[in-house]
């Protein structure tokens, strides 16, 4: 198991059981004061026709990054359990920090020499999924798309050569991370009981499934020339899908097998994104 995968663990083991949203609006708050990334980095250790596949998945992400902009507005008007106004501050900041992604991801595909784009099939896909469904679902399909972002800008960080681009995409993995454990913290109070899990566990297993499907076909060249095995890219996207998963519909026990688990045993406190790199 990589460490990826072992940091978003240890960031569900220390989270507290107890709904705070007004944490969640304070770290949101303070990363929004973060200065802004410089990326002028062309790449040089790519070849052209790598930087050309890495430019155009990088821009179809960047779509997706800046269009969750509707959601910030919606939840004003939703009365549910768990929502109040610091969970509303939390999911606008939310996505303003997304909209930050899409700003860092946009300056990548410019440095790799290629364009942004205004439409593809895959973001059209989650955008008219959330589109379409209640505003539950419609997280839920943003909590898939953390799993998705992890997973995805790791596989790529690790192939690209030092540099403000990898920089800029370790930077983003720990953002997810963090939004993974603010959607998973959502649903985890929400499943209480055995049909709640059960829905839970069917929508998110299909939505992931779906995810893992379309991401995969699409940047199929990309991990083509950047030699990233499918089986290991399945792999990790299960692993962390199941393990989300697992905490959210364990969230109401205090269950901790995961701490037992040889794997998990590494020192102290998570390390640093750039110990992660290596
Ligand atoms: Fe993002
Ligand atoms: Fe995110």
Redo the contacts with the bound molecule.
């Keep these: 198991m990589d460490q990826t995968t072992l940091l978003a663990i240890h960031d569900f083991e220390c989270e507290s059981l107890q709904v705070d949203w007004g944490h969640w609006a304070g770290h949101f708050r303070r990363n929004a004061n973060r200065p802004f990334p410089e990326i002028r980095d062309p790449a040089f250790g790519l070849t052209r026709q790598t930087r050309c596949f890495v430019a155009r998945s990088l821009a179809i992400f960047q779509l997706g990054?800046a269009g969750e902009g509707r959601i910030a507005k919606e939840i004003d008007s939703v009365s549910l359990f768990g929502v109040d106004e610091n969970y509303r501050e939390a999911l606008k900041l939310?996505v303003r920090?997304?909209g930050r992604?899409a700003r860092i991801l946009g300056d990548c595909v410019t440095q790799l020499g290629g364009e942004l784009i205004q439409s593809n099939w895959t973001e059209r896909l989650f955008r008219t999924g959330r589109r379409l469904l209640g505003i539950r679902l419609k997280l839920l399909v943003?909590l898939v798309?953390?799993v998705v972002?992890i997973c995805f800008y790791r596989k790529l960080a690790d192939k690209l050569p030092p540099g403000a681009i990898r920089k800029a995409l370790m930077e983003i993995i720990s953002?997810?991370r963090k939004?993974?454990r603010f959607h998973a913290k959502f649903f985890g109070i929400r499943v209480r009981n055995e049909f709640s899990r059960l829905l839970f566990v069917f929508l998110w297993r299909a939505l992931a499934l779906a995810a893992c499907a379309s991401v995969l076909w699409d940047h199929r060249s990309t991990f083509q020339v950047l030699g990233v095995s499918f089986r290991e890219a399945i792999a990790k996207f299960s692993k962390l899908t199941l393990v989300t998963e697992r905490r959210i519909t364990q969230w109401n026990s205090q269950v901790s097998e995961f701490r037992e688990e040889p794997w998990f045993k590494y020192s102290g406190s998570a390390p640093d994104e750039t110990e992660v790199v290596q």
Excluded: K, V
Aim: proline fraction near 0%.
């Design positions: 990054e939310f920090e997304e992604h943003l798309a953390e972002g953002d997810e939004h993974l």
